[in-house]
Protein backbone atom coordinates (compact mmCIF):
# COMPACT_ATOMS: atom_id res chain seq x y z
CA UNK A 1 0.00 0.00 0.00
CA UNK A 2 1.63 3.72 -1.20
CA UNK A 3 2.38 5.63 1.78
CA UNK A 4 0.12 8.29 1.20
CA UNK A 5 -3.06 5.44 1.11
CA UNK A 6 -1.77 4.03 4.06
CA UNK A 7 -1.23 7.51 5.58
CA UNK A 8 -4.86 8.49 4.77
CA UNK A 9 -7.06 5.68 5.92
CA UNK A 10 -5.01 5.78 9.31
CA UNK A 11 -6.45 9.47 9.44
CA UNK A 12 -9.70 8.82 8.00
CA UNK A 13 -10.30 5.97 10.73
CA UNK A 14 -8.83 8.16 13.85
CA UNK A 15 -11.07 10.88 12.61
CA UNK A 16 -14.42 8.56 12.42
CA UNK A 17 -13.18 7.13 15.53
CA UNK A 18 -12.42 10.49 17.66
CA UNK A 19 -14.91 13.07 16.18
CA UNK A 20 -17.41 10.84 14.48
CA UNK A 21 -19.40 10.80 10.71
CA UNK A 22 -19.15 14.78 11.25
CA UNK A 23 -15.33 14.47 11.58
CA UNK A 24 -14.73 11.83 9.05
CA UNK A 25 -17.03 13.36 6.58
CA UNK A 26 -14.64 16.78 6.46
CA UNK A 27 -11.33 14.90 6.43
CA UNK A 28 -12.93 12.89 3.11
CA UNK A 29 -13.41 16.20 2.02
CA UNK A 30 -10.37 17.48 2.57
CA UNK A 31 -8.69 15.11 0.53
CA UNK A 32 -10.94 15.58 -2.38
CA UNK A 33 -8.40 18.19 -3.83
CA UNK A 34 -6.34 15.14 -5.20
CA UNK A 35 -9.24 15.28 -7.72
CA UNK A 36 -9.99 19.15 -7.74
CA UNK A 37 -7.15 20.78 -8.22
CA UNK A 38 -5.63 18.89 -11.47
CA UNK A 39 -8.78 20.17 -13.35
CA UNK A 40 -8.86 23.71 -12.24
CA UNK A 41 -5.23 24.01 -13.26
CA UNK A 42 -5.89 23.18 -16.48
CA UNK A 43 -8.76 25.52 -17.07
CA UNK A 44 -7.29 28.97 -16.35
CA UNK A 45 -4.86 30.70 -18.48
CA UNK A 46 -0.86 30.08 -17.52
CA UNK A 47 0.75 33.00 -16.04
CA UNK A 48 4.59 33.20 -15.77
CA UNK A 49 4.90 34.94 -12.07
CA UNK A 50 5.59 32.86 -9.32
CA UNK A 51 4.16 32.10 -5.71
CA UNK A 52 6.13 30.93 -3.50
CA UNK A 53 4.52 28.33 -0.74
CA UNK A 54 7.00 26.74 2.22
CA UNK A 55 5.05 24.00 3.45
CA UNK A 56 5.34 20.97 5.10
CA UNK A 57 4.23 17.13 4.54
CA UNK A 58 1.68 17.30 7.52
CA UNK A 59 0.03 21.06 5.38
CA UNK A 60 0.58 19.56 2.15
CA UNK A 61 -3.08 19.22 1.65
CA UNK A 62 -4.26 22.35 3.02
CA UNK A 63 -1.25 24.35 0.39
CA UNK A 64 -3.39 22.70 -2.27
CA UNK A 65 -6.61 23.88 -1.12
CA UNK A 66 -4.67 27.18 -1.27
CA UNK A 67 -3.32 26.90 -4.63
CA UNK A 68 -7.10 26.16 -5.80
CA UNK A 69 -8.55 28.99 -4.03
CA UNK A 70 -5.86 31.22 -5.65
CA UNK A 71 -6.35 29.77 -9.32
CA UNK A 72 -10.32 30.42 -9.11
CA UNK A 73 -9.94 33.25 -7.30
CA UNK A 74 -7.50 35.14 -9.94
CA UNK A 75 -8.35 33.02 -13.15
CA UNK A 76 -4.67 32.16 -13.91
CA UNK A 77 -3.00 29.32 -13.28
CA UNK A 78 0.53 30.25 -11.84
CA UNK A 79 4.18 28.92 -11.76
CA UNK A 80 4.12 27.37 -8.10
CA UNK A 81 7.50 26.92 -6.12
CA UNK A 82 6.85 24.90 -3.00
CA UNK A 83 9.41 25.08 0.05
CA UNK A 84 10.46 22.24 2.04
CA UNK A 85 10.58 22.82 5.83
CA UNK A 86 12.27 19.79 6.41
CA UNK A 87 9.68 17.70 6.28
CA UNK A 88 8.75 16.63 2.89
CA UNK A 89 9.15 13.41 1.11
CA UNK A 90 10.38 12.11 -2.48
CA UNK A 91 6.61 11.25 -2.81
CA UNK A 92 5.15 14.05 -0.88
CA UNK A 93 7.37 16.21 -4.00
CA UNK A 94 6.11 13.79 -6.96
CA UNK A 95 2.29 14.12 -5.93
CA UNK A 96 3.04 18.33 -6.17
CA UNK A 97 4.18 17.85 -9.73
CA UNK A 98 1.95 15.53 -10.33
CA UNK A 99 -1.17 17.71 -9.90
CA UNK A 100 0.62 20.74 -10.93
CA UNK A 101 2.65 20.08 -13.75
CA UNK A 102 4.96 22.95 -13.99
CA UNK A 103 5.42 23.67 -10.26
CA UNK A 104 9.36 23.29 -8.93
CA UNK A 105 9.69 21.52 -5.74
CA UNK A 106 12.42 22.32 -3.77
CA UNK A 107 13.45 20.04 -0.95
CA UNK A 108 15.74 19.95 2.07
CA UNK A 109 18.14 17.94 0.88
CA UNK A 110 18.52 19.69 -2.57
CA UNK A 111 18.88 23.51 -1.74
CA UNK A 112 20.76 22.71 1.81
CA UNK A 113 23.95 22.76 0.05
CA UNK A 114 23.28 26.32 -2.39
CA UNK A 115 22.19 27.88 1.19
CA UNK A 116 25.01 26.72 3.40
CA UNK A 117 27.59 27.72 0.42
CA UNK A 118 25.32 31.22 0.14
CA UNK A 119 25.57 32.48 3.80
CA UNK A 120 29.02 31.03 4.54
CA UNK A 121 29.27 34.57 5.42
CA UNK A 122 26.52 35.22 8.12
CA UNK A 123 26.92 32.40 10.09
CA UNK A 124 24.14 33.25 12.71
CA UNK A 125 21.64 33.93 10.09
CA UNK A 126 22.41 30.32 9.03
CA UNK A 127 22.09 29.47 12.59
CA UNK A 128 18.79 31.08 12.93
CA UNK A 129 17.48 29.22 9.50
CA UNK A 130 18.71 25.83 10.84
CA UNK A 131 16.55 26.14 13.97
CA UNK A 132 13.65 27.95 12.71
CA UNK A 133 11.95 26.39 9.40
CA UNK A 134 9.52 29.80 8.76
CA UNK A 135 12.81 31.89 8.44
CA UNK A 136 13.05 29.69 5.19
CA UNK A 137 10.56 32.15 4.28
CA UNK A 138 12.87 35.02 4.92
CA UNK A 139 15.78 33.81 3.45
CA UNK A 140 16.04 30.85 0.80
CA UNK A 141 12.54 32.34 -0.98
CA UNK A 142 14.18 35.10 -1.78
CA UNK A 143 17.66 33.31 -3.11
CA UNK A 144 15.11 31.04 -5.00
CA UNK A 145 13.00 33.21 -6.96
CA UNK A 146 13.47 33.14 -10.62
CA UNK A 147 11.79 37.10 -10.30
CA UNK A 148 12.96 39.96 -8.39
CA UNK A 149 9.86 40.51 -7.05
CA UNK A 150 7.19 37.16 -5.82
CA UNK A 151 4.61 36.49 -3.63
CA UNK A 152 4.67 34.18 -1.12
CA UNK A 153 1.55 32.82 0.58
CA UNK A 154 1.01 30.66 3.51
CA UNK A 155 -0.85 27.31 3.41
CA UNK A 156 -3.89 28.14 5.91
CA UNK A 157 -5.13 30.55 3.37
CA UNK A 158 -8.24 30.72 1.02
CA UNK A 159 -8.65 33.15 -1.23
CA UNK A 160 -12.97 34.07 -2.39
CA UNK A 161 -12.64 36.57 -4.77
CA UNK A 162 -9.81 38.46 -6.55
CA UNK A 163 -6.96 39.36 -4.34
CA UNK A 164 -6.36 42.95 -5.87
CA UNK A 165 -3.80 44.07 -3.27
CA UNK A 166 -1.78 41.52 -4.22
CA UNK A 167 -1.89 41.33 -7.88
Known amino acids: MPRLL ?3 SKGFSRNLR ?4 VSAWEYLMDHQIYKI ?3 IAKIYRPEEFEIHILTSSDRL ?10 IVATG ?5 VFHDDGT ?8 ITTLLPGSRVLLSA ?3 VFVVHALKDHPLTLKCRNLHPLVRKLIDIPIYSAQSKFISIDTDILFYRMPQRLI
Do not use: I, Q, Y
Open 18 to 21: DGGA
Open 61 to 70: NMAFWMVASW
Open 6 to 8: KEW
Open 76 to 80: CSWRF
Open 37 to 39: LPV
Open 88 to 95: LHASDAAL
Open 110 to 112: ETE
